[in-house]
């Protein structure tokens, strides 16, 4: 399939009675660029996509006339098969890369290529795909998760005010749509919600006694620091028979980075 976006732009620009100076201007470039876009001289960059698709209030996949069922089962099987290979960041990024060369602008494709590109080495690069998701999606979850993975982007960069601002656009809720789910819906609705948010939640609650195993640490209080360090181990050791399911890996294989991390950071802490 031929992608004719610099015809889509055009007939919406037309449709708006919007002038390409005015594109342009609201997208940041010349009114040159769009002029060769229109004639199919030139392609937008993949930042510019979602943004092009917000001014004119049309969905990525609609910029290009994608058949939405169709693109919608091709999207997922590409997402499928990116987290297969989840370890391997360079591979999920071609995998992802490719994806969108087939659907330029789709935001499940972009917002898992935010999440794989390497932290700090490539900040800049994530930032801008994350300003330009947040800016062009009309989805809540791709939004919120584009601010998330900003304020890691300015964490790796030591910007801790920023860090602070991206946080601040996300909304605190208790609970998770993955966790009622499990909780109101029945047969395999509910067990999928519910294997998904165990993945979840094993992760976190690893995370979040590492972070007070730090918080210690930097108090000087090393014994609660060696008891949350030994809780999350315990925690970790007790999904050893764990199994995998068609929607999840083995939990137990697939934080191992996680959990040699700590029995180094509680192996240091006992020979202090």
């Given at each position: ?12 620009r037309k449709?708006?009675n ?31 996509v ?8 049309v ?9 939405v ?6 999207v ?8 297969k290979?989840?370890?391997d960041?360079e ?6 890369r490719?994806?969108l060369k087939?659907?330029?602008g ?5 917002n898992?290529?935010i999440?794989v590109?390497p ?5 800049e690069?994530?930032?801008?795909l994350c ?9 809540d979850?791709v ?5 998330r ?10 910007e801790?005010l920023l860090?602070?601002?991206?946080l ?5 809720i ?11 819906l029945d ?5 999928e919600a519910?294997v ?31 008891i949350e ?9 007790s999904?050893?028979?764990?199994f995998a399911?068609?929607y999840?890996?083995?939990l ?9 991390s ?6 240091a802490l006992?020979?202090?």
């Open positions: 399939m031929q992608i004719k976006i610099g015809q889509k732009i055009r007939l919406l449709e708006k919007i002038s390409q100076e005015t594109l342009a201007q609201y997208l940041g470039v010349s009114f040159q660029a769009v002029s060769k876009w229109e004639n199919e001289s030139a392609m937008p960059d993949i930042e510019l979602p943004a092009i698709a917000a001014f004119f209030g969905s990525t996949d609609e910029l290009f006339d994608f058949n069922y169709e693109m919608q089962k091709n997922e099987a590409i997402v499928d098969e990116h987290s290979c989840w370890d960041k591979k999920c990024e071609r995998i992802l490719e994806g087939k659907y330029p789709n935001e499940i494709l972009l898992c290529l999440g590109i932290l700090p080495e490539r900040s690069e994530v930032i801008s300003k330009s998701l947040i800016e062009g999606t009309r989805d979850e939004k919120y998760d584009a601010y993975i900003m304020a890691e982007a300015y964490k790796s960069r030591g801790y860090v602070r601002e991206a601040e656009h996300i909304p605190e208790y609970f998770t749509k993955l966790e009622q789910k499990a909780i109101l047969g395999e609705d509910m067990f519910a998904k948010q165990k993945s979840l939640s094993f992760e976190e609650l690893l995370v979040m006694l590492v972070r007070l195993a730090e918080y210690y640490t930097e108090k000087g209080d090393m014994e609660k620091a060696r360090l030994q809780t999350a181990l315990d925690v970790y050791e999904f050893r028979d764990d399911t068609q999840t890996r083995k137990y294989d697939c934080f191992t980075d996680l959990r040699d700590i029995r180094e950071h509680l192996s006992d020979q202090a």
